[in-house]
Nanobody, 123 residues
C-alpha cells in the first residue's frame, strides 16, 4: 500500500513555472510506476505524465510535452513534476498516482491516488 500527498500547487502567471511534489509513504515506492493526472473545471481527468519505477521510461501528454518534466527520487520516496511555460489552459487540480502493474495512461490502471493540489495559471 502507498499513501500519496501532492504539494507545490498555487497561483502563477502565464509563462511562469511551478514544481509539484508527490511524497509517498511506505517502503514499496520503488516497486511502482508513477503517473500525473489533472482535472480542469468541467472536464474529465486527463493524463499528464508517467514515469517507470527506475525512470527508464517517461511519457508525456501532447499538451504538456516540451514544457513539463517528471522525475523521481526513490530513496526519498518522492516524484516531481516540473511545469514550465505555464498556460491558463494548464489550470487544474493535479494528482499523482501509483501503479503496481503498468506504466499506464489511464486512471483505472493506477492503484493509489493522492488528494490533488490546485494549480491556477492567470493570464
Amino acid at each position: 500500500q502507498v499513501q500519496l500527498v501532492e504539494s507545490g500547487g498555487g497561483l502563477v502567471q502565464a509563462g511562469g513555472s511551478l514544481r509539484l511534489s508527490c511524497a509517498a509513504s511506505g517502503r514499496t515506492f520503488s516497486d511502482y510506476a508513477m503517473g500525473w493526472f489533472r482535472q480542469a473545471p468541467g472536464k474529465e481527468r486527463e493524463f499528464v505524465a508517467a514515469i517507470s519505477w527506475n525512470s527508464d521510461i517517461i511519457r508525456y501528454a501532447d499538451a504538456v510535452k516540451g514544457r513539463f518534466t517528471t522525475s523521481r527520487d526513490n530513496p526519498k520516496n518522492t516524484v516531481y513534476l516540473r511545469m514550465n511555460s505555464l498556460k491558463p489552459e494548464d489550470t487544474a487540480v493535479y494528482y499523482c498516482a501509483a501503479s503496481a502493474y503498468t506504466l499506464g495512461n489511464y486512471s483505472h490502471e493506477y492503484n493509489y491516488w493522492g488528494h490533488g493540489t490546485q494549480v491556477t495559471v492567470s493570464s
